[in-house]
């Protein structure tokens, strides 16, 4: 009778531990959220990456992606899109908070999403494409592009089940969508309209799906597990610099840098932080689209300015240079689409670069016309007295700048003669009476 009660404890142990309670129950869902707000770029590609793989390695039940952006480079938009229609967890993306914005490239990225969804007030849209070089394309080049833009958002778009002719009127007409006019659209441009990313996973308890290949598959949503994640000090680091204006600022301070260094040699410091800001410029036009155009404007711009300070041109050479730095500037920071430098940057930041690059210019000619004062240099033109007779065949002494050197003279000098330093020959002085007329006693 023991044994029997003893075995039956025993099944009812290896019962309670085999199946799992009601409170142990399954594993809640995961939902991988991450946030970007920026331009499009392969900083933001390679973020989107690894957060789609940490969301496929870890079994998440959904990736969310919540986006701010005026738009990016298109190579990087195509990279972003082809790893959300492979990524195994449906990819969510939310434009949010209210007043952000999903423009240009984001508005492709929007479209490719298994589940796009905003919050109230922001706006998607306007994604026609422009050059990446940022130099006016003819009107065939530009027409080509735009309706190669326009076939990409119709695929996306009808793969997804929204409206064909409204994404591509976003390419070709550049046009801009509140989030109640995308919703209410028919078919509608985007599945939900949520405040935050708490109110979205509710939303989708429950939602079923189409994937980019046809499967369909229900969310479930319910006590669902949020985990963050964010982007790395390396990656924040270079998507900040990668930002045209940045860009453009670390180029023009690592310009002036140089120029100070050039101009004042041994100052050290000038020309470390102005390598410094060239290199992280050089790395963000590797990021960035690049001018080539544009940078060769700014180097000649340079170079008209230092002309002007050696050839008399009557002001001609300085405000060509300061034009030409003007127009490379306007053409190396329009080369992503959507996100531009405005003149009230480009025009005061050049206008203080020629100035500051004349001003140092004028003041290093100065210095260096000016006559020696100290070393071997100063002494020349000086005058002394002399202490002894000097002449041709006989070295003296004089008194120049409170101290006593040997000296020669073609003329005969007097003790007590005022002279003048001639010339240096080791540490003998050349000198000349000061009134060879009276070369007698004064």
């Not at 298109?74 to 990279?79: A, H, N, Y």
């Not at 735009?146 to 591509?168: F, H, I, K, P, W």
């Not at 989030?179 to 429950?206: N, T, W």
């Not at 060239?278 to 544009?294: C, D, E, K, Y």
Request: glycine share 10%.
């Amino acid at each position: 009778m023991t044994c029997t009660r003893a075995s039956a404890a025993g099944l009812l142990v290896l019962l309670a531990v085999a199946v799992p309670t009601a409170d142990q129950g399954v594993a809640a869902p995961r939902a991988i959220v991450a946030e970007y707000d920026g331009i499009v770029h392969p900083i933001a590609a390679e973020f989107l990456d690894e957060t789609i793989a940490r969301a496929d390695t870890s079994g998440a039940a959904v990736t969310v992606l919540v986006l701010r952006t005026p738009g990016g480079l298109l190579d990087s938009t195509r990279s972003m899109v082809s790893r959300m229609i492979a990524a195994r967890a449906p990819v969510v993306v939310f434009v949010s908070p209210s007043g952000a914005r999903a423009a240009s490239a984001g508005f492709i990225i929007a479209l490719a999403a298994d589940v796009t969804a905003m919050s109230p007030g922001t706006h998607i849209g306007a994604a026609h494409p422009v050059s990446g070089s940022g130099a006016p394309a003819d009107e065939t080049t530009a027409k080509k592009a735009a309706e190669d833009a326009a076939a990409y958002a119709r695929t996306l778009a009808e793969a997804r089940g929204r409206n064909v002719s409204l994404a591509a009127e976003a390419v070709t007409a550049s046009r801009a969508f509140t989030d109640r006019e995308a919703m209410g659209a028919a078919p509608p441009l985007i599945d939900l309209i949520a405040q935050d990313v708490p109110d979205l996973l509710r939303q989708l308890d429950g939602r079923t799906i189409k994937r980019f290949d046809g499967r369909s598959m229900t969310l479930e949503t319910t006590g669902i597990t949020i985990e963050r994640v964010e982007m790395t000090r390396r990656q924040r680091f270079l998507s900040t610099i990668a930002h045209p204006q940045i860009a453009y600022l670390l180029l023009t301070l690592g310009m002036l840098g140089l120029t100070v260094e050039l101009w004042t040699p041994g100052a050290i410091l000038p020309g470390v932080a102005g390598g410094l800001c060239l290199l992280l410029a050089f790395f963000a036009f590797q990021v960035l689209p690049v001018n080539t155009t544009g940078l060769l404007l700014i180097v000649f711009g340079l170079g008209l300015l230092l002309l002007e300070l050696k050839v008399p041109s009557f002001g001609a050479l300085g405000v060509g240079g300061t034009i030409s730095v003007l127009i490379g500037s306007i053409m190396i920071t329009r080369g992503v689409p959507g996100v531009s430098v405005g003149f009230e940057v480009l025009v005061p930041v050049v206008l203080a670069l020629s100035g500051i690059v004349l001003a140092l210019g004028r003041l290093a000619l100065t210095a260096q016309r000016a006559p020696a004062v100290t070393g071997a240099e100063g002494l020349i033109g000086e005058q002394g007295i002399a202490l002894t007779a000097i002449d041709a065949d006989r070295l003296g002494q004089v008194r120049v700048h409170g101290e006593i050197w040997h000296a020669t003279s073609a003329s005969p000098v007097v003790p007590g003669r005022s002279v003048r330093v001639a010339a240096l020959s080791g540490l003998t002085l050349l000198v000349e009476p000061t009134d060879p007329a009276h070369g007698g006693p004064s």
